[in-house]
């Protein structure tokens, strides 16, 4: 079946640092690869997402690459904001019995991001 | 239109009882979805609807969990005999499906806490 993995967190960074959150995963077909952000408080929001292999999403300075060579979508940033701290989880979509649906998704475990000043 | 809202926002109930939650997706969207998230945990699918035909579910759905949206609008989960295992976030979300989907909204969720 589908899975998805993310890098263990939590991650804790200064200010303006640069971020990568590692997401791998394991589907059958072509799925689509998304990230959702969690802000406390609140429900989970879509950060970007790709839907073929080697499209670039991006939304808010993060960036993520869908690699079909190396199952891999990683989440960057090139200067973090505190406003920034949140959940991340990394997410997939495939074939199904109603066909591709982007709110039927396989998440990965989330990566707590916190950022000081 | 103010997202998908869900309600109660928390619910504590005791082992044995029954409970339900109420989801109202945003009105114009046929997809409607429900999961389930332990702490510490992603999402996890428990089943969802097009319209108000329920076109999948998930293992994970045991026959004590029953979801409807009967009228292709807002949708129930009822759980039957709670368990302390039952304890999550238990989350809606909703998207318009046409030649294709749109992306999925989320609402802020029902937290159950079985005591």
């Known amino acids: 079946g589908n899975s998805v993995t993310q890098m263990e967190g939590p991650v804790t960074l200064s200010e303006e640092a640069f971020l990568t959150i590692n997401c791998t995963y394991t589907a059958t077909g072509y799925p689509s690869l998304f990230w959702y952000v969690q802000y406390p408080g609140e429900g989970l929001q879509l950060l970007l997402k790709a839907t073929k292999a080697d499209d670039k999403g991006s939304n808010k300075g993060f960036e993520a690459t869908y690699r079909k060579e190396t199952t891999s979508f990683h989440l960057e940033k090139g200067s973090v904001q505190v406003s920034d701290s949140a959940v991340y989880f990394c997410a997939l979509s495939g074939d199904n019995a109603g066909g591709t649906s982007y709110g039927k998704l396989t998440f990965g475990q989330g990566t707590i991001l916190t950022v000081h000043p | 239109d103010t997202g998908v809202s869900q309600d109660p926002r928390h619910k504590i109930t005791k082992r044995g009882q029954n409970v339900t939650f109420r989801c109202d997706p945003i009105s114009e969207h046929n997809r409607l979805y429900w999961y389930r998230q332990t702490l510490g945990q992603g999402p996890e699918f428990l089943t969802y609807f097009q319209n108000e035909a329920q076109l999948e579910k998930s293992r994970l759905l045991s026959d004590r969990f029953s979801a409807e949206r009967p009228k292709g609008s807002f949708s129930t989960l009822e759980i039957q005999r709670t368990e302390q295992g039952d304890s999550a976030m238990y989350l809606c979300?909703?998207?318009?499906?046409?030649?294709?989907?749109?992306?999925?909204?989320f609402g802020q969720g029902t937290r159950l806490t079985v005591v």
């Open positions: 979300a909703s998207s318009l499906r046409r030649a294709v989907d749109t992306e999925a909204f």
